[in-house]
């Protein structure tokens, strides 16, 4: 089983957002009340945990599949794989994929057949950059450009990343990918409120950890999922550079959990799905 948000003691207020346009992108300015207590219901033979409504749409099951690699699955069935490589994944194929950066670990060319969506992050020739927008059933995902270093020279690729969001709903859930620099106003402005930031960790690869901890601060989210790391000490050094953000910590024993966003926690909150190998 999926560990269920409900049942831990760290989430023990909840809360309720006032409903906006189905598939909205996720504004910064929605107003939060508290809420009454938690349930559990089942939908589609997935166990939703859920809150103040009684079949709230703004949930989805969240499951680390290797590397960077998240499965998303909402309420409506929808199923979409983020930093996909074709390999990172499980059961039937997925509806949605995003490939946030043209690095062999983190990208197909060769995707599996029956996929309605096939995002990537990088430009095609003849593109400046890449842009999407697209929604399927109960999920609206697009993508912020960021610029990436050139795994040869270490000069800049413009554009060469992408940072994906899935709004499920009201609940806005965004992969960092590749990071490698700060953000921008223009940036978080795209972004909108994230709810649930699944952040790399290694430190080298991507960017240092003490830059990604500013990234983590200025997108403010709840929930912060660690990926792209090796090993316990990559995950320690991590919790400790972020110390001064005050999160909470959970070590799940499951890589699936399940984020309603009547309950997501008060405070910013580190859970290691990924374990404390990452891979």
């Known amino acids: 089983m999926p560990v269920r948000m409900s049942v831990l003691s760290l989430f023990a207020a909840a809360f309720v957002l006032v409903a906006g346009p189905a598939l909205a992108r996720c504004s910064k300015n929605l107003v939060e009340r508290l809420g009454p207590g938690t349930q559990v219901a089942s939908l589609d033979g997935l166990q939703f945990a859920r809150g103040g409504s009684e079949d709230s749409p703004n949930r989805a099951l969240i499951t680390f599949v290797g590397h960077a690699s998240y499965q998303i699955d909402t309420p409506q069935g929808v199923r979409a794989i983020t930093d996909y490589n074709g390999v990172n994944g499980f059961g039937r194929h ?15 060319d060769q995707p599996e057949d029956g996929i309605s969506y096939v995002l990537q992050g990088w430009p095609k020739d003849g593109e400046s950059e890449a842009k999407h927008d697209v929604r399927y059933k109960d999920v609206r995902v697009w993508n912020v450009p960021t610029n990436a270093r050139d795994w040869g020279t270490g000069a800049a ?7 994906f969001v899935f709004a499920v709903g009201d609940l806005c859930i965004a992969h960092l990918g590749h990071l490698h620099h700060r953000l921008t106003k223009e940036h978080l402005d795209e972004l909108g409120r994230i709810d649930v930031l699944m952040v790399p960790i290694d430190g080298s690869f991507t960017m240092g950890v003490p830059y990604m901890a500013d990234v983590i601060k200025s997108i403010d989210p709840r929930i912060v999922l660690p990926m792209h790391y090796w090993g316990k000490h990559q995950l320690d050094r991590f919790l400790g550079l972020v110390a001064p953000l005050e999160p909470d910590f959970v070590l799940p ?5 399940e984020v309603v966003k009547e309950e997501l926690p008060q405070k910013l909150t580190a859970i290691a799905v990924a374990g404390q190998g990452g891979d």
């Not at 997925?94 to 670990?105: E, K, L, Q, R, W």
């Not at 690729?157 to 940072?163: L, P």
């Open 157 to 163: 690729r413009i554009n060469g990343n992408s940072i």
């Open 94 to 108: 997925p509806d949605i994929v995003t490939m946030n950066n043209a690095h062999s670990t983190h990208f197909t």
């Open 253 to 257: 024993d499951k890589r699936s959990i």
